[in-house]
């Protein structure tokens, strides 16, 4: 900021020539257009009127008429006042969209609805998930829902203003995810109804629907499995179950007026609450210390040598579960391979140096 010294100084009314000034015009006076003013003013306002139409994107090809008829029922209003705002990106199974409506109490506001991908009937039960976010809606951790339809999965929210968190960002703000855990972990949701993730019979799903593209794709799967399951099995055998998200990428992390929330509950479950910690830590690309790190905030004391075995088998699985996943998509038509021999080729790796550098039992 300039001091008053150094400051420019408006000029005094007396250094303003007349040909400076602005007279207003008298009060009867009348100013029109002339014909060339005209001109350009009508080609203004056909240009205006084309920007806005062109501002405005139809409905989406894969919205079936009983759903949109199902939108209009849900907020009260006929079709004219339903105005698509574009497509939201993100994700890798569903189709987001953005819209507004011009009439009812929610006039004005803006809204996110989700379409679920071809064939994700097949692998994800949508009353479940409609289950587990009623269950956290009690917790304040999600978006508030306005609508959901269980026999299709189609999905209405509030849009807010957020940020999503990324790679770079979930360590630093790892306190807050972690108070988010704690919240969800604790949740009495086994006595309440909540649906197992069950991890051996979501695995055979995946090869069931993935068919042959399973071998073609990862040569050497067949070896592999049974390696990660025997870890499975004794590692992390008697871990207690809790209602986990399943699908920690940063992502799902929204940052909203200085709390987290957490979104796409498609595969929420009773789970080993490790299987969280390991998805948080694998899909932020955590390095090997601030994983250890991760973990014993969440413990709130320096982990054992058991549980970060623990921790490192869930993420070995995690790596076997979304290549089948991928090898599922390819099936479907949609070219995962370069995402699946990613995480196929890391399961290798980190099967391959198992167990992990360890800290001293406690």
């Given at each position: 900021?300039?001091?008053?010294?150094?400051a420019?100084?408006?000029p005094?009314?007396?250094?303003?020539?007349?040909?400076q000034?602005?007279?207003?015009?008298?009060?009867d006076?009348t100013?029109?257009p002339?014909?060339?003013?005209?001109?350009?003013l009508?080609?203004?306002?056909?240009?205006?009127i084309?920007e806005?139409?062109?501002?405005?994107?139809?409905?989406?090809?894969?919205?079936?008429?009983?759903?949109?008829?199902?939108?209009?029922k849900?907020?009260?209003?006929?079709?004219?006042?339903?105005?698509?705002?574009?497509p939201?990106s993100?994700?890798?199974?569903?189709?987001?969209?953005?819209?507004t409506v011009?009439?009812g109490?929610?006039?004005g506001?803006?809204f996110f609805?989700?379409?679920?991908?071809?064939?994700?009937e097949?692998?994800i039960?949508?009353?479940q998930?409609?289950?587990h976010?009623?269950m956290?809606?009690?917790?304040?951790l999600?978006?508030?829902?306005?609508?959901?339809d269980c026999?299709?999965?189609?999905?209405?929210?509030?849009?807010?203003?957020v940020?999503?968190?990324?790679q770079?960002?979930?360590?630093q703000?790892?306190a807050a995810?972690?108070?988010?855990?704690?919240?969800?972990?604790k949740?009495?949701?086994e006595?309440?109804?909540a649906?197992?993730f069950?991890y051996?019979?979501?695995?055979?799903?995946?090869e069931?629907?993935a068919?042959?593209?399973?071998n073609l794709?990862?040569?050497?799967?067949?070896?592999?499995?049974?390696?990660?399951l025997?870890?499975?099995?004794?590692?992390?055998r008697?871990?207690?179950?809790?209602?986990c998200?399943?699908?920690?990428?940063?992502?799902?992390?929204?940052?909203?007026?200085?709390?987290?929330?957490l979104i796409d509950?498609?595969?929420?479950?009773l789970n080993?609450?490790?299987?969280?910690?390991?998805?948080?830590?694998?899909?932020?690309?955590?390095?090997?210390?601030?994983t250890?790190?991760?973990?014993a905030?969440y413990l709130?004391?320096?982990?054992s040598?058991?549980?970060?075995?623990?921790?490192?088998?869930?993420?070995?699985?995690?790596?076997?579960?979304?290549?089948?996943?991928?090898?599922?998509?390819?099936?479907t038509?949609?070219d995962y391979r370069?995402?699946?021999q990613?995480?196929?080729?890391r399961?290798i790796?980190?099967?391959?140096?198992?167990?992990?550098?360890?800290?001293?039992?406690?």
């Amino acid at each position: 900021m300039l001091s008053k010294a150094g400051a420019q100084q408006p000029p005094s009314p007396q250094s303003v020539r007349k040909d400076q000034l602005h007279t207003p015009p008298a009060a009867d006076q009348t100013f029109l257009p002339s014909g060339s003013q005209k001109a350009a003013l009508l080609e203004q306002e056909k240009k205006d009127i084309f920007e806005r139409k062109a501002s405005r994107y139809d409905k989406p090809s894969n919205l079936t008429p009983e759903q949109f008829q199902a939108l209009l029922k849900t907020f009260h209003i006929e079709e004219e006042d339903f105005e698509w705002l574009g497509p939201v990106s993100g994700g890798l199974t569903n189709s987001n969209f953005k819209f507004t409506v011009t009439s009812g109490p929610e006039a004005g506001n803006h809204f996110f609805l989700r379409i679920p991908g071809e064939n994700t009937e097949t692998v994800i039960n949508r009353s479940q998930e409609k289950k587990h976010i009623d269950m956290v809606e009690t917790l304040d951790l999600d978006v508030p829902n306005i609508f959901f339809d269980c026999e299709s999965g189609m999905k209405v929210t509030r849009f807010i203003d957020v940020n999503s968190l990324n790679q770079s960002t979930v360590f630093q703000n790892r306190a807050a995810i972690i108070a988010l855990l704690h919240k969800l972990h604790k949740l009495p949701a086994e006595g309440a109804g909540a649906s197992p993730f069950d991890y051996p019979n979501k695995l055979k799903l995946y090869e069931q629907q993935a068919g042959a593209h399973l071998n073609l794709t990862f040569p050497e799967y067949r070896e592999i499995r049974p390696k990660v399951l025997a870890l499975l099995k004794q590692h992390c055998r008697d871990a207690g179950q809790c209602l986990c998200h399943n699908d920690l990428v940063p992502d799902n992390f929204l940052s909203h007026q200085d709390r987290l929330l957490l979104i796409d509950w498609e595969y929420s479950g009773l789970n080993d609450p490790f299987f969280d910690l390991a998805s948080c830590a694998l899909e932020s690309n955590l390095n090997e210390q601030q994983t250890i790190d991760f973990l014993a905030d969440y413990l709130g004391q320096e982990p054992s040598r058991s549980e970060i075995q623990r921790l490192r088998c869930w993420q070995i699985a995690q790596d076997l579960l979304w290549s089948a996943w991928s090898a599922w998509k390819i099936s479907t038509g949609v070219d995962y391979r370069e995402y699946g021999q990613e995480r196929f080729q890391r399961a290798i790796k980190m099967l391959s140096i198992f167990p992990p550098p360890q800290t001293k039992d406690r």
